[in-house]
């Protein structure tokens, strides 16, 4: 079951932005390159790929991507 699916069937308020971001999680999951490089923040691997107005950090798994964290691009990302 695909994670669009999966939260449509249990969480049927589930607001559009949670359905964007896992929906672009799941893009990520099968093209774990694309996205900026963001190694320079100390985390081998480390990328990570806007949606809207939030950023989402991420690494490249055997099994997919681990996502490390979602915030909002406005915030500043050096101390991260």
């Keep these: 079951m695909t994670i669009s ?5 249990t969480l049927h ?19 774990p390159g694309v996205g900026e ?3 320079g923040f100390g985390v081998a691997g480390c990328r990570s790929y ?3 107005q939030y950023v989402v950090f991420f690494r490249a798994r055997e099994d997919g991507i681990e ?3 979602v915030i909002h691009g406005s915030r500043d990302m050096t101390n991260l």
Excluded: H
């Design 50 to 52: 806007s949606v809207g």
């Design 5 to 9: 699916k999966q939260l449509w069937t």
């Design 37 to 39: 490089d963001r190694q």
């Design 67 to 69: 996502v490390s964290r």
């Design 13 to 31: 308020g589930t607001n559009r932005w949670l359905l964007e971001i896992l929906k672009t999680c799941e893009m990520l999951a099968n093209q």
